[in-house]
T-cell receptor, first 114, second 114 residues
Framework: AQSVAQPEDQVNVAEGNPLTVKCTYSVSGNPYLFWYVQYPNRGLQFLLK??????LVKGSYGFEAEFNKSQTSFHLKKPSALVSDSALYFC????????????FGTGTRLQVFP | DAGVIQSPRHEVTEMGQEVTLRCKPI?????LFWYRQTMMRGLELLIYFNNNVPIDDSGMPEDRFSAKMPNASFSTLKIQPSEPRDSAVYFC????????????FGEGSRLTVL
């Protein structure tokens, strides 16, 4: 069965520093991987996805993610964190071929300090 | 487009009462998903529809939960009778029929069962 794991419940980073939010995956077949962000009292918003092609995927708000097949990882990154990036981040994997059903990780809370 | 619209945003009810949550997906989206979010269990997929037809309801907790999609622009999630453990934020999401996994979430309905 398809699954993703987010090993960190919380990540703390100072504003202006680079940030990384980790995600590892377990899939059969080609992985379709996603990152979503949830701001307080809001629904989830799509950030970026990896389907095929370049291992470095660029998304919204300056975020990018690196797909690493050998390490089965899909870490979310940003070169310079902003206080406004503080939110809950979810990694997700498509559950099966030709479906939009996603399986989400447990989420990582990112706290960016001024 | 106004996005995915959910109502009510907040619902407080007493144990044993019937609860109905409503969702209007984005026009043209063929997939509709109901998710539940709690601190303990994270984000869980309850059920999803494709072209108004339920495709996978394996996440519905028990017979007290039911979901319908009578037409392309409206869906309901009903809990009868409600229990305190049903307290959660319920999200509706919709997507284009592309299989790319880009879901558009509503703002959620926060349910509290006393």
């Amino acid at each position: 069965a398809q699954s993703v794991a987010q090993p960190e419940d919380q990540v703390n980073v100072a504003e202006g520093n680079p940030l990384t939010v980790k995600c590892t995956y377990s899939v059969s077949g080609n992985p379709y991987l996603f990152w979503y962000v949830q701001y307080p009292n809001r629904g989830l918003q799509f950030l970026l996805k990896y389907i095929t092609g370049d291992n470095l995927v660029k998304g919204s708000y300056g975020f990018e993610a690196e797909f690493n097949k050998s390490q089965t990882s899909f870490h979310l990154k940003k070169p310079s964190a902003l206080v406004s990036d503080s939110a809950l981040y979810f990694c997700a994997v498509r559950a099966a071929y030709n479906t939009d059903k996603l399986i989400f990780g447990t989420g990582t809370r990112l706290q960016v300090f001024p | 487009d106004a996005g995915v619209i959910q109502s009510p945003r907040h619902e407080v009810t007493e144990m044993g009462q019937e609860v109905t949550l409503r969702c209007k997906p984005i026009s043209g989206h063929d997939y509709l998903f109901w998710y539940r979010q709690t601190m303990m269990r994270g984000l869980e997929l309850l059920i999803y529809f494709n072209n108004n037809v339920p495709i996978d309801d394996s996440g519905m907790p028990e017979d007290r939960f039911s979901a319908k999609m009578p037409n392309a622009s409206f869906s309901t999630l009903k809990i009868q009778p409600s229990e305190p453990r049903d307290s959660a934020v319920y999200f509706c999401a919709s997507s284009f029929p592309t299989g790319t996994g880009e879901l558009f979430f509503g703002e959620g309905s926060r349910l509290t069962v006393l």
